[in-house]
């Protein structure tokens, strides 16, 4: 059974930090590039990164570049989202995706398997 699940969300004021975690179970971790994506209320889900089987990352969302940065262990299954100087406009819901292909994609429609989100708040 698939399984992938975010954790480590939170209400946090402006300027300080959150680190995400997803957990996947149920497939070949290794063989999955690794996205998060965010969906802020009233806008359309919007993808922030890819990662790579060796980790290497694309940033698709100029707003988090050089303030969000994402890893992966593959021994754990795991993905991180590590988000400093959060910003009010970085509140939204944060979902983790797993994508099956021979590239890195911001695209939703990409992506194979979902988690259910976690929600980051920001306050100003």
């Known amino acids: 059974q698939v399984q992938v699940v975010e954790s480590g969300g939170g209400l946090v004021q402006a300027g300080e930090s959150l680190r995400l975690s997803c957990t996947a179970s149920g497939f070949t971790f290794d063989d999955y590039f690794m996205g998060w994506f965010r969906q802020a209320p009233g806008k359309e889900r919007e993808g922030v990164s890819c990662t790579y089987w060796s980790g290497g990352s694309i940033y698709y969302t100029d707003s988090v570049k050089g303030r969000f940065t994402v890893s992966r262990v593959n021994a754990k299954k795991t993905l991180y989202l590590q988000m400093d100087s959060l910003k009010p406009e970085d509140t939204a819901m944060y979902y983790c995706?797993?994508?099956?292909?021979?590239?890195?994609?911001?695209?939703?429609?990409?992506?194979?398997?979902w988690g259910q989100g976690t929600q980051v708040t920001v306050s100003s």
């Open positions: 995706a797993a994508r099956r292909g021979s590239y890195c994609s911001g695209d939703q429609y990409d992506y194979n398997y």
